[in-house]
Structures are given as structure tokens and as C-alpha cells.
């Protein structure tokens, strides 16, 4: 037998001979543990935050300044906040009630998160050492691999694991691409099979949904005012002229669509919410708050960038504030001004940013030379969010178009 088999029957053996052990005590005893656990609950949750940063500030006996925050719900916290199709405008809508737009506190059950809605605390947190560094290996691995992986449809691994296997077995020494650079890797840089199915998943999945969510949310933009897209046209007209398709190049020589396409991401951010994979590795301190280890950040893009105090006239859409004065240096979205940084910033930035924006301004460019976009007689645009892997149109985008290259037809 056992020891511990043994130890379980002798425990039963004097349990049994013990008077304290009625049923009557039993009960009491299981009464206290409940009562003692639902308190416990309670004390958590009233912390301004919820229950994970209650937790957090028992074990320091109360000693931290608290974060602002909602409490939310006892156990599961503010967990109704990310569940929404809407999480953005309801993260917004709580720091707007807790007087929380620099710091706000949130528990998403267990874990402690911080949010922020400012443009200065964003630079802090995107910017800061403490948060660049990947989360380490296991959280990695559910934030961002499992998580990639487990998104992917039925079929993305085998179709992955071939291409990886063809560039195994090919001698590809002539033209090198992103999977041999991959495969090239020595060392502690090598990356194994899984992890390579991984980030080729990733940068796909990244690199698509959020172009074409960008170039729907233009379109949409371009239908709604006129005005701005026969400017645009007027622009490429000049720039690229009637008798030729768009090329790439042509895109450098423009001022106004580039402004446009700011506008479009100032309103429309694809990605809203910024860095949730995000886990501080040591203790910080962020705009004067302790922020221990293990804290995620996250960065509300969505509404530093429709705050009143850091835009005029925050929900106009007013391309002209992007298009460069004499004398002004040209507003970058690729992150080093925390007022719009759709990409991100830092050393967790988007990779893909420079590709991003200029492929979908090719696009986009490429779309209004060839078509001149109207409202469809049955459908009007419906600016109506909703947050998936990218903030995408809730009803997508339904028009007419009509060449202007060509044919003088509506489609
Ligand atoms: C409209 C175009 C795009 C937008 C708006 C966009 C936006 C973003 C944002 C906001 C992040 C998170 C940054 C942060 O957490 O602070 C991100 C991460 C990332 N993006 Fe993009 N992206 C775009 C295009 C692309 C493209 C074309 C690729 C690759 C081909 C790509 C690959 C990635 C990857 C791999 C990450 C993860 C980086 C990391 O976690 O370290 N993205 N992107």
C-alpha cells in the first residue's frame, strides 16, 4: 500500500474517533470556509480595478497608490468589457467614467491589466523596456503562437508545412525569400518547424486582414465625401495622368491622398486596441502608478485618436489637417507620434508597417484612377464598427463604380 494511501487512513481512523467531528461541526466549519472565501471575494473585488488588482493589493497590504478602474464583476472582473463586439468604445467609455483617460486599472479575471487612452502615457508604455520584450515562452505561446496556429482555418498548417518542405528540398540559391531567410537561421536564432508554420501564418494573416479592412474603410470614406474623392482624382490626374495605369512610384509624388489615407486611419484604426500580447517583465512605474511585473498593457488607439483634447473637431473628417503647410514637417503614422500611431511604436511595432501602407496606397491610388465610387442605389455606408481580428465595417461596404479610364458605365 501506498504511504499516502496510509496517511489517508489513518487521518479517517482518528477522524472518526474524534467527538469534534459531528455533523453539526462539519457544517460549521464548511459555513466558515465559504463565508471566509466570499469575503475574500468582496475584499478583491471593491479594489478600484476589480478582483486580479484587489489580489495584488492585499499581498502589499494596501501600501501601492491604486490605479483607477471599474471593479467590474467579482471573480470575472471587467471581462464584459473585452468580450464586446465594441471592446474600443467600452474601454473608452469606462476611463471617461472613472476619470481613468491616463491610467485605468482592469482585471480580465485573474489577470491585472493597465489602459491607457493618452497620448503621452502611450509613448511610456510603447516605448518602455519593460514592456518590449515578447511575454516569455509559455505566455508567448498562447498569446501569440497557440493563438495563431488555433485561429488558422482547418488546412493552413499542412498548406504552411509544404511550402516550408519545397523550399527544404529545392536549391534555392538564385532568388532567396522570406522562407528561405527563415530556414537559413543558425544557432539560437533557428527556429524550429512549429515556429516557422507560426510567424508565416502570422505576418499572412496580419499582413491581409488589416490591408484589406484599411482599403475598405478608404473606399467607404471616398463614397461618403465627394468632395475629397473627386480631389483625389484631380491629384492623380495630375500626378499619373488618364493614359496609364498607377505604378508605385507615382504614389511619392502625391500630398493629398497620402493625407486622405491619414485621415482614414485616424478615424478608422484597424487595429484599435494596441499591444494586448504585451506582459511587463519587472516592476515599473508608469505615469507615477506602481505597475508590478506580469501586468499587461494595452494602449486605447481608437480613442486617443478621437480625443477632443489631442484633435480639433476629432470626428470630422477633415483630410486637410494632414496636408503639409509651408514650414511644417509631415505628420509620420509609422509611430513616432503617439497621436496616431495605427502601426504602433516601439520596439513591438508593427514589421509590417512600411509594406502595409504601401501596398494599400497602391491600392487604393490604383482603385480611384480606375473607378469613380458612388452609392449603391439600394445600400447607403454604414460606418458601424465591429472589433474581430481588425476593426472591420459591421456592414460591409456595398457600391457602384463607374471607369474612368475606360467605358462610361456603372457597375
Ligand atoms: C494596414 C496595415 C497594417 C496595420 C494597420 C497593422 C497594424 C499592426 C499593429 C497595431 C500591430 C500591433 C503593434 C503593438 O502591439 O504595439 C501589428 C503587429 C504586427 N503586424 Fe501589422 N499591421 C499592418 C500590416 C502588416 C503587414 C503587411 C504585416 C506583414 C506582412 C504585418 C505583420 C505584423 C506582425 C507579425 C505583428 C506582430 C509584431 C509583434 O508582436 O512583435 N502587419 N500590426
Redesign the pocket.
Known amino acids: 500500500m501506498r504511504t499516502d494511501t496510509l496517511d489517508t487512513v489513518w487521518v479517517v481512523a482518528l477522524a472518526s474517533k474524534w467527538r469534534a467531528f459531528t455533523e453539526e461541526n462539519t457544517a460549521w466549519s464548511l459555513l466558515i470556509i465559504v463565508v471566509t472565501w466570499l469575503v475574500m471575494i468582496i475584499v478583491y473585488w471593491v479594489q478600484p480595478g476589480g478582483p486580479a488588482w484587489g489580489k495584488y493589493r492585499l499581498k502589499r497590504f494596501f501600501m501601492t497608490k491604486p490605479i483607477p478602474g471599474p471593479r467590474g464583476f467579482p471573480l470575472i472582473g471587467n471581462i464584459n468589457l473585452m468580450a464586446s463586439p465594441l471592446a474600443h468604445h467600452r474601454i473608452a467609455a469606462a476611463a471617461a467614467t472613472c476619470r481613468a483617460r491616463r491610467l485605468m486599472a482592469i482585471s480580465l479575471g485573474d489577470t491585472r491589466v493597465i489602459v491607457t487612452c493618452n497620448p503621452d502615457v502611450a509613448r511610456e508604455i ?1 516605448n518602455s523596456s519593460v514592456f518590449a520584450d ?1 511575454p516569455i515562452k509559455e505566455s508567448a505561446y498562447s498569446l ?1 503562437f497557440n493563438r495563431a496556429i488555433g485561429f488558422a482555418p482547418y488546412g493552413v498548417n499542412r498548406f504552411v508545412s509544404r511550402i516550408i518542405a519545397e523550399h527544404r528540398a529545392e536549391n534555392r540559391e538564385k532568388t532567396q525569400d522570406f522562407v528561405d531567410v527563415l530556414l537559413s537561421l543558425q544557432g539560437a536564432d533557428k527556429l524550429s518547424d512549429a515556429d516557422m508554420i507560426a510567424v508565416l501564418w ?2 499572412t494573416f ?2 491581409t486582414d ?2 484589406a479592412v ?1 482599403i475598405e474603410w478608404i473606399l467607404a470614406r471616398m463614397v461618403l465625401h465627394p468632395e475629397v474623392q473627386s480631389r483625389v482624382h484631380d491629384e492623380l490626374d495630375k500626378v499619373v495622368g488618364r493614359s496609364r495605369a498607377v505604378e508605385e512610384s507615382d504614389i511619392t509624388a502625391m500630398v493629398y491622398l497620402p493625407a486622405v489615407i491619414k485621415e482614414v ?1 485616424r478615424l478608422h ?3 484599435p486596441l ?5 506582459l511587463a517583465i519587472s516592476d515599473t512605474i508608469i505615469d507615477g502608478y506602481h505597475v508590478p511585473a506580469g501586468t499587461t498593457a494595452m ?1 486605447n488607439m481608437w480613442a486617443i485618436t478621437r480625443d477632443p483634447d489631442v484633435w480639433t473637431d476629432p470626428l470630422e473628417f477633415m483630410p486637410d489637417r494632414f496636408v503639409i503647410k509651408a514650414g511644417e514637417v509631415e505628420f509620420s503614422v509609422l509611430g513616432s507620434d503617439l497621436r496616431l500611431a ?5 520596439r ?6 512600411n ?3 504601401a ?2 496606397s497602391f491600392w487604393v491610388a490604383s482603385l480611384l484612377h480606375e473607378f469613380e465610387w458612388i452609392p449603391s442605389d439600394s445600400n447607403s455606408v454604414d460606418l458601424s464598427e465591429v472589433l474581430k481580428l481588425s476593426c472591420e465595417m459591421a456592414n460591409p461596404l456595398r457600391v457602384k463604380v463607374r471607369p474612368r479610364r475606360g467605358l462610361n458605365r456603372s457597375y
Open positions: 510603447l515578447r501569440m502570422e505576418m496580419r499582413g488589416t490591408v484599411t486611419l484604426p484597424p487595429g494596441l499591444s494586448w500580447a504585451r494602449v495605427p502601426f504602433g511604436s516601439g513591438r511595432a508593427c514589421p509590417g508597417k509594406l502595409g501602407l501596398t494599400f
